[in-house]
């Protein structure tokens, strides 16, 4: 089964509920989890995992042959991003906005496009105990997240529970991750900001087809209106994790919820009982 | 000779645009009949590479040069690849800038004058909102 953790608005605490969840099944069925926020993974602070594999990751790019060039034009014609222009007697390849498409090699009547791979990030694999961990890394200054998080979820294993801890926000990157999942759990914040951004993040996870539940982070201060649109909506609010300072010293101290509480590993477990059964039924919240 | 010059309005009484890339309309002027072809800039909503296809298009009707505010990295690159000199720096109405060119008033630039993406921020009526490099865009393609 594959459990995407998202949110909508960043700073939830989407990775204390993916890592907690993580250990808290970890010795009691194969777990993997693999951070898909591949801009800035930080699963691996609180899991402190032994890393033991890292393998680039790339995107095919053109290269033109000069000689078997005609300089039609047509390669930029076809190009969707502006990746590849032709002016006078000069093709230009302008490697940063390709997005690896092949269109200008299969077009080219004269054959004269190849590809060669040039790496935008890396996927770093390991174990924490006998959990799988794999996390993403975009270089610095690449725009496109997309490869790296896919070549991150290659690595699931169909025979795992395979938690992914998605990127923040609700565009591409957290599009990407989402994909695929059996469910998808929506961490929030008792407040408008995070209503405004949890409804967002639902329609993402409907349009996906991915069956949704909540857990409210720092519930206590704040208003009912996020249990009020969970309830209008019929999204179940599967957890209630309270405002406590103590939760948020564990994890400045690098601990996760069931590192610090184990009461809290059972709450997890019970969690993810009720997130499979959710999922069994397959139903679009 | 005929020359491009980026501009807010389809006709020689309006002004200068600031930005290449981004610019409302590219104007191929002949400078000594002052007949005129306006085009609605295609690239000004391109979510990325909007100078290499202004760059492109004008140098696709041969122009001979190209009149502007800023040029960006990338247009500057395609436009010296086609042998276009780049007059940067010019404002005005787009007869005054025509005009002092003719005059020998402006200088090609050896560079491009502004860095990537300068013409996604503000700007004279400017539209594009959000995007940058591959925003809003799916991660490319699986291989």
Same mark, same amino acid.
């Given at each position: ?31 993997? +989890? ?6 800035e993974p930080n ?16 995107? #095919? ?27 006078? &007697? ?20 004269? &054959? ?47 025979k795992a529970t ?54 409210i982070n720092r ?8 249990? &009020? ?16 300072? &103590? ?14 509480? #184990? ?14 059964? +959710? ?7 | ?143």
């Open positions: 089964m594959i459990l995407s953790v998202a949110s909508g608005k960043g700073g939830t605490g989407k990775t204390l509920v993916a890592t907690s969840l993580a250990l808290s099944l970890e010795g009691q069925m194969p777990v993997q +989890l693999l951070d898909c926020d591949v801009e699963a691996h602070i609180l899991l402190r995992p032994a890393i033991d594999s890292s393998e680039p990751v790339t995107v #095919p790019v053109p290269v033109v042959d000069k000689e078997t060039c005609t300089y039609c034009g047509l390669c930029s014609e076809v190009c969707a991003y502006n990746a590849i222009a032709v002016a006078g &007697r000069t093709v230009l390849v302008f490697r940063e906005l390709c997005h690896g498409c092949g269109a200008c090699s299969y077009v080219c009547a004269a &054959r004269a496009i190849s590809e060669e791979p040039r790496q935008v990030g890396v996927v770093e694999s390991g174990r924490v105990g006998t959990m799988g961990f794999a996390q993403g890394r975009l270089n610095v200054s690449e725009a496109m997240a997309g490869p790296v998080i896919r070549a991150v979820k290659k690595l699931a294993d169909s395979v938690i992914l801890d998605a990127p923040p926000g609700t565009s591409c990157p957290v599009v990407e991750t989402i994909r695929g999942s059996d469910f998808c759990l929506l961490v929030t914040e008792p407040t408008p900001f995070g209503l405004s951004d949890l409804t967002i993040a639902v329609e993402v996870a409907r349009e996906m087809n991915a069956p949704c539940g909540v857990v519930d206590g201060p704040g208003d009912e209106s996020v249990e &009020r649109y969970c309830a209008q909506e019929a999204i179940p609010v599967l957890m209630r994790i309270p405002f406590d300072r &103590r939760i948020a010293e564990a994890y400045c101290r690098g601990e996760t919820l069931a590192a610090c509480m #184990p009461s809290w590993q059972q709450a997890f477990r019970e969690l993810f009982d009720k997130v499979r059964g +959710l999922a069994a039924v397959g139903s679009v919240s | 000779m005929k020359i491009a010059i980026s501009a807010t309005a389809p006709h020689l009484d309006g002004d200068l645009d600031p930005r290449f890339g981004r610019c409302q309309y590219l104007l191929v002027v002949d400078s000594e009949s002052m007949e005129f072809e306006a085009i609605e800039n295609p690239a000004m909503s391109a979510p990325g590479g909007a100078g290499i296809q202004a760059a492109q298009l004008v140098a696709q009707k041969g122009v001979e040069a190209v009149i502007t505010g800023d040029c960006g990295p990338n247009a500057y690159q395609v436009l010296s690849a086609a042998g276009i000199p780049v007059f940067g720096g010019a404002s005005g109405s787009v007869r005054d800038v025509v005009e002092a060119y003719r005059n020998g008033k402006l200088s090609s630039i050896a560079a491009a004058s502004t860095g990537p993406g300068a013409g996604m921020r503000g700007g004279i009526g400017g539209s594009f909102i959000g995007g940058g490099r591959g925003g809003g865009m799916g991660g490319g393609r699986r291989r």
